[in-house]
């Protein structure tokens, strides 16, 4: 099972690899959002610091959103995927390891760029951390959650748009604690019960997560 | 009883926008929604009546 | 129990349900229609003024039934999709499918009455208080169910797909209302309560008539959206078209 999980996680970062141009599209889709704020809401520091950590999460929030995408059609359009459910393993596992190879790609980039917005909205380098930290435990429900959406919507006309309209509510719970870390900490609350509920939003996502996401890509490709 | 007259019923003591604003788009919407699922019902029953006698007519 | 059942799988075919929900719409009108009459007596004649709201309180008499049956109708809804992904029945599915927008009006209504009720009491249209917030989004859940089955043209991947999908949504659900109440709280934007003081018995039993009332509209108007579904799905049937040249 683990070689299992390692080998799909090894192939899809091998042809992450090979289009870099995707990556990086997620990568500066984010930056720019990010930095198109300031210039709409003005570049008051004290009304920045406020909102920043909001919009990093918020453009996070879309940025993974349109990754997803790719996370299933590759596959779906040259009949992987169907050999992927056939196969002996698990699909669970099999499912776990798309997300994983696909968090490697999408949502970890955007974990390491993000302290570098931090500072452009004049956040502390305690706050940077706790933005990172959130992130770091975030990302991967974001997802977790949107290969659901995404397997759901896999081979849909408009299915770009529409994975938005599945994902995006259910991707709220992640936003306010997520953002709400970061807000704790700069008003000295301190973060950590945030965080930890973050944590908690984790588990029960990496365990059920890739089951349902297994079961729609059943039903999508009956 | 709450109200001296009509006019003071309709007046809903300054709130009249807003009571009747909420009373009158629920009432309407459901309305609405009656008259479009009780359409809906007549026009599959129309449409498959005729498609029915189209297959009965290509049998034969 | 062995009659229980034989019922139970009589009742999901579509072909005596069909007929079964036509002989039942009346009488879910006829009590919608009676509960609608009295509950609207309740509430505007004998329910007295409000001591600190005045007339204006009288709009919670729709706005709290229409906020109950949207929760409501869409816990049903994901408990069809459920069955329905379960056990594999096509009527629990259709049911589902025909719930949903009855349930999504429920929630814009609870919203537009819910702006209209906040402009004088609270002074704003719109508030981001946690009941508000978790009913927009609510809505957003349903338009996403509704906007699944409508992609896919194949019924038999529509069904199971959206089902899985309310099952997702009905179980975050709580999770995000107690996220948007937390969130509320730490923001301390808009801690209002709806109704703080005492209800009055009058005022309460207007509002339960009222929901009542609602309640048996969504059963007669669902009913009827499901005996439509029913015809599209099972077109081809026998049963179908002797339905059919019976009603022509």
Redesign the interface.
Known sequence: MWAALRCVVMRDLTLAMRRRADVLTTLFFFVIVVSLFPLGVGPEMDTLRLMGPGVVWVAALLASMLSLGRLFSGDYIDGTLEHLVLAPQPLTVLVLGKIAAHWLVSGLPLVLIAPLLGLQYGLSTDALWVLVLSLILGTPVLSLIGAVGAALTLGLRGGGVLVSLLVLPLYIPVLIFGAGAVDAQVTGLGPQAHLSLLGAFLVPALVFAPWAAGWALRISLE | ???GSAGE?FA????AF??W???G??AL??LV??IM??H??RT??QR??R??RMQAEVKQ | MAVGQINWFKFSSPATFYPLAGKLIPYFTALAVVLTVVGLYLGFFVAPTDYKQGEGYRIIFIHVPAAWMSMLIYIVMAAYAGMGLVFNTRLSSLMASALAPTGALFTFLALWTGALWGKPMWGAWWVWDARLTSELILLFLYIGFMSLKAAIDDPRRAAPASGLLAIIGVINVPIIYKSVEWWNTLHQGATIKSSGTSMETTMLTAMLVMTFAMWMYTVAVVLTRVRCEILEAERDTEWVAAELSKSS
């Not at chain 2, 809903?12 to 709130?15: K, P």
């Open positions: 009883m709450n109200w019923f809903m003591g300054g709130y807003y009571v604003g909420s009373f788009v629920t919407f459901l929604e009656v699922v009780v809906r019902k599959i029953v498959l009546g498609r029915m």
